[in-house]
């Protein structure tokens, strides 16, 4: 899970990670809105792709990506848990704030 962390660290990944929400796309169409070379394109792809989030294939001499829900997930779950942790001790300050003011009164 530190790899899916460390990848979605980045900016340019991410924005990767986003355009291939919208589906399948090759190594060129990710590289055109970013201003970057193509080496340093495929050096985010080569995290991306260490980390699970996602994968590639190459067909003659395109190199097409694919994202990978699964990576994703995993990095949700986590979050979730820790979103439910932070409410109920959010929910046990709030009752505890709440029962002080009203012993004040």
């Known amino acids: 899970m ?8 980045d900016g340019t990944r991410r924005e990767m ?3 291939l929400t919208r589906g399948p796309a090759s190594v060129g169409e990710l590289a055109q809105p970013l201003s970057m070379s193509l080496p340093a394109v495929m050096q985010h792809l080569q995290v991306l792709e260490a980390s699970g989030l996602v994968r590639s294939e190459k067909a003659g001499r395109v190199r097409t990506c694919h994202l990978e829900p699964d990576g ?5 779950d986590w979050l ?8 109920h001790r959010l929910d046990r300050l709030g ?7 009203r012993q004040r009164s």
């Open 80 to 87: 979730g848990g820790q979103r439910t942790g932070w409410e």
């Open 95 to 101: 009752g505890f704030l709440d029962s002080d003011e």
């Open 72 to 76: 994703l997930r995993m990095a949700e």
């Open 17 to 19: 990670i986003e355009r």
């Open 2 to 9: 530190d790899q899916v962390f460390k990848a979605l660290s």
